[in-house]
T-cell receptor, first 114, second 110 residues
Framework: NAGVTQTPKFQVLKTGQSMTLQCAQDMNHEYMSWYRQDPGMGLRLIHYSVGAGITDQGEVPNGYNVSRSTTEDFPLRLLSAAPSQTSVYFC?????????????FGEGSWLTVV | RKEVEQDPGPFNVPEGATVAFNCTYSNSASQSFFWYRQDCRKEPKLLMSVYSSGNEDGRFTAQLNRASQYISLLIRDSKLSDSATYLCVSLRGSNYQLIWGAGTKLIIKP
């Protein structure tokens, strides 16, 4: 009964380093997404996927890559970390369709880029 | 201008008071609306969906006014445990995108 599992919970990176935030869900949801949350900004969509092999950009995609090789996994890659990417990242999944009330979040990843 | 706007607060209210949050949205194509609650350093969690006719869940009442593009949340008899940030969310588009407000922080004082 894991739901959405997101790792790591905390990470400190140096500018220019790369890393991958992992996200996995066990609910067979078609729709998965990554958000970042900054103070006073609410959740902003980075990338999303409506199924395996399909990804698309959200509101703030620059500096991030995603892939969806399986229904379960949706990793987020930071290619060359910048201080502006210091934020809290949330992975989420839900069934495709008009389902804003059935979204499941991971517990968040706190990323600091120095 | 953000597509979903909320008063950032914080709202400091005494325990037992009634508090109202307002939210406006600018995209008339928005289809559905929700209120989420987020505790400090935690993920958002669904509080309630918002229906056109208005809906109530215990001490919480949500209203939607499509003509004015306005959503509200009323909390009656507030408890200390209601302290959190309340996020207004709209759903729109062919991919059913969720658009999040920045949230209103509520602090309930004993």
């Amino acid at each position: 009964n894991a739901g959405v599992t997101q790792t790591p919970k905390f990470q400190v990176l140096k500018t220019g380093q790369s890393m991958t935030l992992q996200c996995a869900q066990d609910m067979n949801h078609e729709y998965m997404s990554w958000y970042r949350q900054d103070p006073g900004m609410g959740l902003r969509l980075i990338h999303y996927s409506v199924g395996a092999g399909i990804t698309d950009q959200g509101e703030v995609p620059n500096g991030y890559n995603v892939s969806r090789s399986t229904t379960e996994d949706f990793p987020l890659r930071l290619l060359s970390a910048a201080p502006s990417q210091t934020s809290v990242y949330f992975c989420a999944s839900r069934p495709q369709g008009r389902t804003g009330n059935t979204i499941y979040f991971g517990e968040g990843s706190w990323l600091t880029v120095v | 201008r953000k597509e979903v706007e909320q008063d950032p607060g914080p709202f400091n209210v005494p325990e037992g008071a009634t508090v109202a949050f307002n939210c406006t949205y600018s995209n008339s194509a928005s289809q559905s609306f929700f209120w989420y609650r987020q505790d400090c350093r935690k993920e958002p969690k669904l509080l309630m969906s918002v229906y056109s006719s208005g809906n109530e869940d215990g001490r919480f009442t949500a209203q939607l006014n499509r003509a004015s593009q306005y959503i509200s949340l009323l909390i009656r008899d507030s408890k200390l445990s209601d302290s959190a940030t309340y996020l207004c969310v709209s759903l729109r588009g062919s991919n059913y995108q969720l658009i999040w407000g920045a949230g209103t922080k509520l602090i309930i004082k004993p």
